[in-house]
């Protein structure tokens, strides 16, 4: 049976008259699917693989032993050890060969680092819309023709079938259909995670692990969506194993005016009021004449924890860490880890023996944490040389921090340091916010900054700033595990001009964002990074993408501020969130028992 009748969900939908493949399949093959042949990733079937494995297991110890005999005889007579004769020669080619041939056998792929694209982090000197900026991959793997195109017919492949993901799996020449495929998922014989390598087509792996999902779950995933995403986009790189897409809606706050610009800010969000509500704050803005920030600081962190044996050799390193006469030296090992890498100083604590190194550093339009994790390994190397006894514990010791709320992120910053003011008019506070100067300023005191104390906030004297923050770094491709510390905020207000108008302003000592890498690349989150003006690199000058960035999310943080206290001021905060938060469709869908 053919396999797209045998397993529909795997099938993307094709056009009739638009049929687009590459390879046509022999007839033959599919009256005989279960005909021997190769693997569609070009994969030996397993009888030859036994047989191989019967040959190069005695090849690799026989020529093992005949070295070793070579190499005990020449020290024995005092012969050079690089004379080689035809037969060393030989027998050295044997064990080479043998051995990358057993270590892939047992699942090590020597040469896989070879092939597997470069971070795109490293990458981030390539100019802002140029073609080279997207994420490259093997082309026989999750390949997929440009639309419109009538590709010739090719002779069938010798190694692998090409991995179209918009061919019908009808026109793909496979040793088991998706049904008998769903089914060794199931029993373990082929592993989720590999098939995309198995399959060569991103696209119907992802169906196949979906539909393996729904036989071993019993749960229908009717409303999560498959088709119309690229997934050959996040083949190692942004998600593994997916078995489809979440879909969120994006709403433009704005426009605002920062520094003299406008700037249309997307927030991607299902709560409601959140677009509606900063939009608000950002026009309060807007007519008073605009915000304006300042970037404080940019480095990225990164904090090993090393152990010695006594408090006393783990307190010498700190000394020469903290060494101003070492700093060069140190310095020029961590700088080779990438073009965009600019060591900033180093902050040492210590717990007994232990010892907590934070590295800072620049990292370009990158956020960088791979940048300076690559920087702060080489460091450690060059450290065993003075310091043998050191035992590294983890290249993260927490004391950098990540994705966690800290007192150090909060006091000495992570990232972008930004602080972004704005004066806003009385007659805009009256007539946009509907409230009044005295009543924001004594609301601010009351909640965000006594209110937060009560609590025992870190970081969180503001109203919501991680509403915004999260919005806009799932708009554009940011981490957003990193919310945590890029949130700490304290919102400041005051009454100026004789108590007429409001100054209000926004601290935010840890905005970790970046503008290429990681899901910055995928083609939603980089049409909205072009919205706002920071897709990809700035070549003139590295950083200048991100650091924009970072100033965008707290103008935008700003406006949402000034609107909800506005809003809380009046007691307008339930009337408006059961006005807008609240379906009218009643959701008659019921949970599978």
Not at 182 to 191: A, E, H, K, N, Y
């Amino acid at each position: 049976m053919v396999a797209g009748l045998r397993f529909p969900s795997s099938m993307p939908p094709c056009h009739k008259d638009k049929v687009r493949h590459s390879h046509p399949v022999d007839a033959s093959s599919e009256a005989m699917p279960s005909s021997p042949m190769k693997a569609s990733n070009g994969a030996l079937p397993p009888s030859i693989r036994l047989t191989n494995y019967n040959f190069f297991f005695p090849l690799f110890f026989c020529a093992l032993y005949y070295l070793m005999l070579r190499w005990r005889d020449k020290v024995r007579t005092g012969a050079p050890l690089h004379n080689l004769t035809l037969l060393d020669m030989a027998a050295v080619g044997a064990l080479v060969s043998s051995t990358i041939y057993l270590l892939s056998f047992f699942g090590v792929d020597l040469f896989q680092p070879l092939v597997t694209p470069p971070s795109n982090e490293d990458n981030d000197f390539i100019p802002a819309g140029s073609s080279f900026n997207k994420p490259h991959f093997p082309p026989a793997l999750c390949s997929e023709p440009a639309s419109g195109l009538a590709l010739v017919p090719l002779p069938a492949p010798k190694m692998a079938v090409a991995c179209v993901s918009s061919l019908p799996v009808d026109r793909v020449a496979l040793s088991a259909d998706d049904d008998e495929i769903v089914r060794s998922v199931l029993d373990g014989t082929i592993p989720s995670y590999s098939l995309e390598s198995k399959l060569g087509d991103c696209r119907r792996a992802a169906g196949v692990r979906r539909e393996a999902l729904r036989r071993a779950t019993g749960r229908s995933l009717d409303g999560l969506p498959l088709d119309g995403f690229d997934y050959g986009s996040i083949l190692g790189q942004c998600c593994e194993m997916p078995v489809g897409y979440v879909t969120l809606p994006v709403g433009i706050a704005g426009p605002m005016l920062l520094d003299g610009r406008m700037y249309q800010v997307p927030m991607a969000t299902t709560e409601g009021c959140l677009v509606a509500s900063t939009n608000r704050g950002l026009k309060a803005i807007r007519d008073s004449g605009g915000a304006t920030s300042v970037v404080l600081r940019d480095g990225m962190t990164r904090a090993p924890a090393v152990r010695f044996e006594s408090a006393k050799r783990a307190a010498e390193l700190r000394l020469y860490l903290e060494d101003p006469l070492n700093f060069d030296t140190l310095s020029a090992v961590f700088n080779k880890s990438s073009r965009f890498a600019r060591l900033q100083g180093i902050q040492c604590a210590m717990a007994g023996k232990n010892l907590y190194m934070r590295f800072s550093s620049s990292t370009g339009d990158a956020m960088g944490m791979n940048m300076v994790s690559k920087g702060v390994q080489n460091v450690l190397d060059f450290l065993l040389s003075d310091f043998p006894d050191m035992d590294v514990i983890s290249i993260s010791g927490n004391f950098c921090s990540d994705k966690k709320p800290a007192a150090v992120n909060w006091i000495e910053g992570r990232g972008k340091s930004v602080v972004c003011e704005a004066v806003i008019k009385e007659e805009v506070v009256k007539k946009v916010l509907r409230t009044t100067v005295p009543a924001l300023v004594e609301l601010n005191v009351l909640k965000n900054l006594a209110g937060s104390a009560v609590a025992g906030a870190l970081g969180g004297f503001n109203a919501h700033a991680a509403n915004i923050v999260s919005a806009i770094y799932i708009a554009t491709g940011q981490d957003p595990a990193q919310n945590v510390e890029s949130s700490h905020c304290i919102t400041m207000m005051e009454a100026v001009k004789g108590g007429k108008d409001l100054h209000i302003s926004v601290t935010m000592p840890s905005i970790e964002v970046g503008t290429v890498g990681g899901g910055t690349s995928l083609a939603s989150q980089a049409a909205l990074l072009d919205l706002l003006g920071v897709k990809g690199a700035n070549v003139e000058s590295p950083g200048t993408n991100a650091r924009l960035l970072a100033t965008i999310v707290a103008g935008a943080v700003l406006g949402g501020e000034l609107s909800l206290m506005s809003a809380l001021a009046t007691g307008h905060l339930v009337k408006s969130h059961m006005k807008y938060n609240r379906s009218s469709k009643v959701d008659s869908t019921k949970a599978t028992p």
